[in-house]
């Protein structure tokens, strides 16, 4: 599956999420903003930039170390999206529609990265996604993805 294919499968997907109901949908869809090993590997280092850097910061009690730390690593994250989910940004005005649900989804996703479970979570929802799309591209979209067919 080439990359227009790939995007187009989750476009299908994502026009089913956008307007999510419940925190269900909206982890369904926030899972599908994840796909990627990559993306996922950026949000790891990101996050642990932050944390040490907001750690650094409380220690030396340094506001200008904890901002420097939290734009670092979440721009780490941010820019992962773009460069190997190729998640659109109106993608990023859709999640932030729904700020405590944004909260607890991205800190669900920290907590599942630290114990080593979100990438089990990423295939649960890949698992599930020919029952979401119509043409069943779940193996092709697993393959772009990093992951095993």
């Keep these: ?15 089913a999420y956008r307007e999510a109901v419940t925190f269900e949908s909206y982890w ?4 599908s903003l994840h796909l990627h090993r990559r993306t996922r590997s950026a949000h790891r280092v ?7 850097g907001v750690l650094a910061a409380l220690a030396r009690r340094s506001r200008p170390l904890g901002v420097t730390f939290l734009v670092l690593g979440q721009g780490l994250a941010i820019a992962s999206h773009f460069i190997w989910e190729k998640t659109p940004p ?14 607890r989804a991205d800190l669900t996703r920290a907590a599942l990265q630290a114990s080593g479970r979100f990438d089990r979570e990423v295939d649960r929802f890949l698992d599930e996604l020919p029952l979401r799309l119509p043409d069943r591209t779940t193996s092709k979209v697993r393959g772009q993805h990093g992951m095993v067919a």
């Design 90 to 103: 109106v993608d990023f005005v859709r999640v932030s529609r729904h700020p405590l649900w944004f909260m």
């Design 1 to 15: 599956m080439n990359a227009h294919d790939r995007l187009g499968a989750q476009e299908r997907f994502h026009a």
């Design 46 to 52: 990101g996050d642990n930039l932050t944390t040490l």
């Design 28 to 31: 369904a869809f926030f899972v």
